[in-house]
């Protein structure tokens, strides 16, 4: 097994892509020269040059489009955003053209383009930078949105989202660049549950598939679903409930679209008890259609209602503790296991 | 109807030497344009066509002359009133027609609709209706262009509408950047819906100003000529074709782009449902006195090339293919309630579901010619 970080393993996913694919370039803020404002495109420049990698200036709009009519015409771009929160000033590339050129022509002009970048709470960065996307965006047909938690998740998911045919944006985290580097705090916990993706010569050409939901940690009393960063927080609130006796099972869906719901109801109905957890605010959130979903295929095996933890429904606050607070964090996922499960 | 006659002797502004079969197939595309465009207006009175539906009378001469400049093989991408872009590129009237009729048989299978005209055999990569949303799709298609390092140049076309948008004007740094083999072209025909230009745009006695502001070359065209059109898209396309940029890893070369000012003017309202209060009769009576047909057909009599009976047969093919188009639409199966669910996902449920293979239709449409 390899330890690489998260940061290292998106890097991977996209080396490996352009090596075998001549029509996939990387373009974005500070991407080449600067060698990635986060450090995952690091060293990327020097192997493939500056014709696929390319740093593009603070134009979101255009490049983001740019990425479009290039795949339109058969380039595989990958986009990158150095936050999603400055995708919104692309939202008609984005959501407009990206999305509905297959359907509008009639179905023949795809758009197979990666659009990637932080999502969600940096560290203090107010509410203009702390987007979370993921509620706003799963909702548009013809998107698909995977939110790798992990360094073995983050590689597998992007390497399919490359080589996807449809626009595919991947939802990552600044909090979670540096898991799985030692020293992290995540770090015994990535060793222990192999968090790392495997070698090439375990396999060859390692992908995750869309649509396939990891039991992060299985259990019997209670299930858990959280993508993203807040699977961290998920299993940490498991791995205090389990001092109360609280059997956790944490099912990270992987892919908000397409959604595998199938084996999150499968969770729900042998433990019946479920916890839902988004990073996003709570009106018409992906944790409240996960919620729907729930109740519409497995109504008849809940032993209680279904309980939401979500970002709090405010702007992102500057202040740290006021920031550590809103996010649905481990305090707010215990609270609820044991408000949910206190008839089990 | 507007007569398309030789009274109107209006000579051309360019001095040409185009072969005769040339300068008859630009002319029939203009005919084909102007009479599909009777025919577009009468099934949208009649409620066959539905939705927003922008008329291109008066500005033929711009789609023909600048597709007529170019190669086969160059990608065109434009705005919502893109019939006339989509006919002049070769799209086959009756597929233009079936798409605003709704019906399965048009280019876009009935999902796009008026404003939404795609055609990739043709490399016609779609009317846009968000204003300015295309021009970094453009840029993207002459970004594609540079990195496959192919022999072609993007041509993206909008209304002066567009300039006042933010994404036109990132699409023209990123050209200029990187010396992208592009043309963004303004049909200016004065209004973006019902503002005048000067109320709109700044400078808009000088759009040069917006070229020098990205260093980029800027050309002006007579829009309603469609000879001097295509001169000045022949010189621009040829300086930017092929253009390639160092800041991209490779031998800076070519022209790059240009922004060319296409001075034009539509006849008809914004769309079917102006009522033009914000213009007068004259106005427009003046700017028919320079139609773009008339004027071709004047050129070619008085320079004996062709005669008034080449002509008024050349004008009933183009009656005919208008008609037959609207018989072809009309009598086109609807499209079925099952085309809701396809198209949404090249790949429907992600890799392990992978179906595979175009959409039947697209099939259908492609050797459908």
């Known amino acids: ?344 | 109807m507007t007569p398309i006659t030789t009274e109107d002797k209006v000579k051309p502004t360019a001095k040409n030497s185009l072969p005769k079969p040339k300068l008859m197939d630009m002319l029939y595309q203009m005919m084909l344009i102007r009479r599909f465009e009777e025919r577009t207006m009468q099934a949208y009175q009649q409620a066959k066509i539905g939705g927003f539906c922008h008329i291109y009378i008066g500005q033929e001469a711009t789609a023909v002359g600048a597709v007529a400049a170019l190669h086969d093989e160059d990608p065109i991408i434009t705005a919502y009133r893109d019939h006339g872009h989509a006919l002049a590129r070769g799209m086959h009237p009756n597929y233009c027609m079936a798409e605003m009729y709704g019906k399965v048989t048009g280019c876009a299978k009935g999902k796009g609709g008026s404003m939404h005209m795609f055609d990739k055999p043709h490399h016609m990569y779609g009317g846009h209706a968000i204003v300015g949303g295309q021009c970094p799709l453009g840029v993207g298609l002459a970004f594609a262009i540079q990195y496959e390092k192919k022999n072609n140049v993007a041509v993206c076309f909008f209304g002066d509408g567009a300039i006042n948008q933010g994404a036109f004007h990132e699409a023209m740094n990123l050209a200029a950047i990187w010396n992208l083999p592009i043309l963004f072209v303004v049909e200016n025909n004065g209004y973006s819906m019902g503002t005048a230009i000067h109320r709109g745009t700044a400078a808009a006695d000088n759009l040069g100003a917006k070229a020098a502001a990205y260093g980029m070359r800027y050309a002006e065209c007579d829009g309603m000529d469609v000879l001097d059109t295509y001169k000045v898209f022949k010189r621009e396309a040829d300086l930017a074709r092929g253009s390639t940029s160092d800041q991209l890893g490779l031998e800076q070369k070519g022209g790059g782009p240009c922004f060319i000012n296409a001075k034009t003017y539509r006849y008809q309202g914004h769309s079917m449902s102006d009522p033009q209060k914000y213009r007068s009769k004259d106005e427009v009576n003046d700017k028919k006195d320079k139609d773009c047909i008339n004027t071709l057909v004047g050129y070619l009599v008085e320079n004996k090339l062709a005669t008034q009976d080449e002509i008024d047969a050349l004008d009933k093919k183009a009656k005919d293919a208008s008609r037959d188009a609207v018989t072809y639409a009309e009598e086109s199966p609807d499209l079925p309630l099952s085309e809701m669910f396809t198209d949404i996902y090249a790949q429907p449920y992600g890799p392990p579901f992978v179906k595979g293979g175009l959409p039947k239709m697209l099939t259908d449409n492609n050797s459908g010619e």
């Open chain 1, 1 to 344: 097994m390899q330890t690489i970080q998260y940061r290292e393993a998106l890097r991977e996913a996209m080396q490996e892509e352009m090596r075998r694919d001549e029509r996939v370039f990387l373009m974005g803020e500070e991407v080449a020269q600067y060698n990635g404002a986060y450090k995952v495109s690091q060293g990327m420049l020097d192997e493939f040059g500056p014709r696929r990698i390319v740093d593009s200036p603070i134009s979101e709009t255009g490049f983001s489009g740019l990425g479009i009519g290039a795949a339109m015409y058969g380039l595989r771009p990958i986009i990158e955003f150095m936050s999603w929160s400055f995708c919104l000033v692309a939202a008609d590339q984005i959501i407009n053209n990206a999305p509905k050129m297959l359907y509008m022509s009639g179905g023949q002009f795809g758009c197979p383009a990666v659009f990637r970048g932080n999502n969600g709470a940096g560290g203090q960065l107010g509410s203009t930078h702390s987007w979370c996307v993921e509620s706003m965006f799963s909702s548009v047909p013809g998107l698909k949105v995977a939110i790798p938690s992990t360094p073995r998740d983050a590689k597998g998911l992007l390497k399919t989202a490359i080589r996807d045919e449809d626009p595919v944006f991947n939802l990552e985290s600044e909090r979670m660049l540096g898991l799985g580097a030692r020293g992290d705090k995540d770090f015994s916990r990535y060793i222990k549950d192999t968090w790392a993706p495997p070698t090439a010569r375990e396999v060859e050409d390692f992908t995750i598939p869309f649509g396939v939901a990891d039991i992060k940690k299985p259990g019997k009393d209670v299930t858990i679903v959280a993508a993203g960063r807040p699977v961290h927080f998920a299993l940490d609130a498991a791995e205090e409930l389990e001092k109360e006796g609280i059997d956790c099972e944490v099912i990270d869906p992987r892919t908000y679209r397409p959604l595998d719901i199938d084996t999150i109801v499968k969770s729900v109905k042998k433990t019946n008890y479920c916890v839902v957890v988004d990073q996003s605010w709570p009106f018409a959130s992906v944790g409240a259609e996960i919620a729907a979903q729930v109740y519409e295929h497995a109504m008849d095996y809940l032993d209680n209602k279904v309980i939401r933890v979500n970002n709090d429904d405010v702007p992102a606050p500057y202040n740290r503790t006021l920031e550590q607070e809103m996010l649905p964090n481990t305090r707010k996922i215990i609270e609820a296991v044991r408000a949910v499960t206190y008839n089990a």
